[in-house]
């Protein structure tokens, strides 16, 4: 993976000393809170309802094992001894004091990690597909471009004071595993009819309160171009994007009023000057900096076949572990292993300093000392042998991190929600958390299969809802939290936002309605059709006629409330 | 008389900001004598008159584009940018369109809403004048030029960048 050199340290140790000065300031009031807000976002910290909250960058969701014990160190030393994994790879911590946050970043700073641009009306982490390196359907690794892309945007004088946040995202898979669409710059890597390598360059894609995907402005871009390419995006961006209402803020809406054709020409105008400056990426600098991303020195093994259809045979958990968690890898003999985050009664995506030190310890002894995060709130043991397989397993087993659910009902993804945001509407983990409970039995989730369920405490989609499969949406409506459902909605290569079933329900009454989306699934499916193909042929009339055919009762949420608390 | 600070040192400045008043026309607005940055619109209501003069300088809001001052980039002294609040980031392009896409190459001086923490940025950008807020130290405001010894990216400080600037090691050379 990515390592800093001298230049990398110095810039990454000046930020430290820099936002230290700058807290200073602000504890002995130089600094109103108003002058403070964005500058203690751009690096990470927001001040929630009971504590500030920090989000550290994981650029493009790599991690080395140093760097996880790390996070732990952090979670246990200056926060309440678990971190949360949120849906743009990065990490947040919930209960962090203003005063010490300048030493959290020094220790960040001591093993290669920051929290700078996390945060606030710039360019953030820069995210791509979890299995960057080693899926077999990759067309090439996305992360030496996401590295240099990091650099980039990092400090980028002109555009630390967009209308609004800015995210990019990078995918060079057959399957999109980096929710592109869903982005303000989307960049698929491509190759042309010469077979030299580029960029699809998406726009204006967004979850939020206008729900959009992206348009294509560009099917082939020169990868050399891709920095003086996305200067030209962001300039138009900052010149003309809305600034009278943070809502309209977003870039999309900019590409919406423009008209895509019309946007895409001011691109290419703004461009035609860009074109060929020293931004323009060189041969050199792309081999030098891929070459921190050589494939580790795999050993030359057959298939474990015979082996793990034994041990399969044996061990009817581990087989369903096997078949939920465990993905081909593409060296022979290898595989790639995902781990759980989302244990019933857990919040999705919440990792205690225990089980972080856990993680390394294995990634040391199995994975060659690195991980990943996903966008789903999970981690990822990326390159390990399939004799391993069984050891792996047992391990995590035994610190809660083999629940065997990935892609299944309650591998959800979940925003904080209401329980920590000062922005969302409602809470979203508890909602997670009896949807989770009632719907424990693996039988029963293998018996639905692929289906995936988001939920957002606010408009501000955090929680992915409209490309959930099934999606939950906390709103307010006079001072009291409900939920309104939308199902249709889908990520990856046909991503699409899901369309809502009716008026909206109480906390209370979601597991049955889940059940009773999940009912009229059983009931209409055709074989082997999953739940999102039959709301694909069915529509959503059968859907809503069953859910809102009888009142739906229910009781009172409290298990989950306090987990954290 | 108050003091900026132009090419990171503070000096006195006499320039005076001219400002319209609501309902106040461009056209007919008195300029004063003794060196003046006018709004946009006055200048190019008044050019004629105003262009002979060597004390007068222009200033541009937020909302106001680097190619109305196209004619005029070779000729004007001082051409300012309003930030009507820090977070307003236009006045960055607009600094770059003066600088890079028009060739300015007299002071920029960035007006309004200008604090320590953002002068860094700022000066990459182009801007090599600053008229900090009167209600804070411009002494402390100078610490914000040396944030950072090293930069990534290209910008009007910095026409190369990093990568092609300095001999950085790869892998195998880093090990």
Redesign the interface.
């Known amino acids: 993976m990515y390592r800093y050199d001298t230049y990398d340290h110095q810039i990454v140790q000046e930020r430290v000393a820099q936002f230290r000065d700058q807290v200073r300031r602000r504890l002995s009031d130089e600094l109103t809170e108003d002058e403070f807000r964005p500058l203690r976002l751009q690096n990470g910290l927001y001040m929630q309802r009971h504590a500030y909250m920090l989000r550290v960058a994981i650029p493009y969701g790599l991690l080395s094992t140093k760097q996880l014990r790390m996070l732990a160190h952090i979670a246990r030393k200056y926060d309440r001894d678990y971190g949360h994994f949120t849906t743009r790879q990065n990490i947040q911590y919930n209960w962090i004091n203003l005063e010490e946050t300048p030493d959290i970043l020094a220790d960040l700073a001591s093993v290669e990690m920051h929290a700078i641009q996390t945060s606030g009306n710039c360019i953030r982490n820069i995210t791509s597909d979890q299995f960057a390196g080693v899926a077999a359907d990759e067309l090439l690794d996305p992360r030496p471009f996401a590295e240099i892309l990091r650099q980039w945007s990092t400090f980028h004088p002109e555009f630390a004071y967009l209308p609004r946040k800015f995210k990019i995202a990078i995918n060079a898979a057959a399957e999109d595993r980096a929710v592109v669409k869903a982005h303000d710059i989307g960049l698929n890597l491509v190759k042309n009819e010469q077979g030299e390598t580029g960029f699809q360059v998406l726009v204006g894609g967004g979850l939020g309160r206008t729900p959009i995907i992206g348009s294509v402005i560009r099917e082939f871009l020169p990868w050399q171009h891709l920095l003086s390419y996305i200067e030209a995006i962001m300039r138009v961006y900052n010149e003309y994007g809305r600034r009278d209402n943070k809502y309209k803020a977003r870039i999309k809406i900019l590409v919406k009023a423009l008209g895509v054709e019309e946007f895409t020409r001011q691109v290419e105008h703004e461009w035609r000057d860009l074109q060929d400056s020293p931004s323009t990426i060189t041969v050199d600098e792309l081999n030098r900096v891929a070459s921190y991303f050589e494939p580790p020195v795999y050993e030359h093994l057959p298939d474990a076949d015979v082996l793990l259809a034994e041990q399969r045979h044996e061990n009817k958990a581990f087989s369903g572990w096997m078949s939920r968690n465990v993905r081909p890898h593409k060296k022979q003999g290898y595989a790639i292993v995902t781990l759980s985050l989302k244990k019933t009664g857990i919040p999705p995506g919440d990792a205690t300093s225990a089980q972080m030190d856990v993680l390394a310890d294995m990634a040391d002894r199995y994975s060659f000392g690195e991980l990943r995060v996903t966008h789903e709130q999970n981690l990822v043991l990326a390159d390990v042998k399939q004799t391993d397989l069984l050891a792996i397993y047992t391990e995590a087993k035994a610190h809660g991190l083999a629940t065997p659910n990935i892609g299944l009902l309650t591998d959800m993804i979940c925003c904080p929600g209401g329980d920590f945001c000062s922005l969302a509407n409602a809470k979203s983990i508890p909602i997670a958390g009896a949807i989770a409970e009632r719907f424990d039995n693996l039988d029963f989730q293998h018996d639905i299969g692929e289906i995936e369920l988001n939920i957002s405490g606010c408009i501000n989609a955090c929680g992915h809802h409209h490309v959930g499969n099934i999606g939950i949406l906390g709103v307010d409506k006079d001072g009291s939290e409900w939920y309104q459902v939308s199902i249709g909605g889908r990520q990856g290569n046909e991503s699409a936002i899901g369309k809502i079933i009716g008026p909206s329900f109480a906390a209370e009454q979601m597991p049955e309605v889940i059940a009773r989306l999940l009912e009229v699934y059983v009931r209409d499916r055709h074989e082997d059709e999953r739940f999102i193909d039959a709301v694909d042929r069915l529509g959503i009339e059968p859907f809503k006629a069953h859910v809102y055919a009888t009142p739906i009762g229910g009781q009172s949420l409290e298990a989950g409330e306090e987990a954290h608390a | 008389m108050r003091k900026i600070i132009k090419d990171k040192a503070i000096i006195n400045d006499d320039w005076q900001v001219l400002k319209l008043a609501d309902g106040e026309s461009a056209e007919t607005t008195v300029v004063p004598a003794g060196k003046t940055l006018v709004p946009l619109s006055v200048w190019l209501a008044q050019k004629s008159t105003l262009a002979s003069r060597a004390d007068i300088g222009v200033w541009l809001a937020s909302d106001e584009r680097a190619e109305s001052l196209k004619e005029d980039v070779a000729t004007l002294p001082l051409i300012a940018i309003d930030f009507p609040t ?5 006045g ?3 600094a ?1 369109q003066l600088r ?2 028009l060739g300015f190459e007299g002071e920029l001086r960035a007006i309004g809403d200008v ?1 320590r ?2 002068l ?3 000066a ?2 182009g801007f090599n004048a600053f008229a900090t807020r009167e209600d804070r130290s411009i002494e ?1 405001a100078l610490k914000g030029l040396t ?9 009007w400080d910095q ?6 600037r ?1 001999a ?5 050379e ?1 090990a």
């Open positions: 820090f977070a307003d980031g236009r960055y392009s607009i770059y890079t896409r604090l923490d953002q860094f940025y700022m990459r950008v402390d944030d950072f010894s090293e930069t990534y990216q290209t910008a026409k190369t960048p990093l990568f092609r300095v950085r090691p790869n892998a195998q880093l």
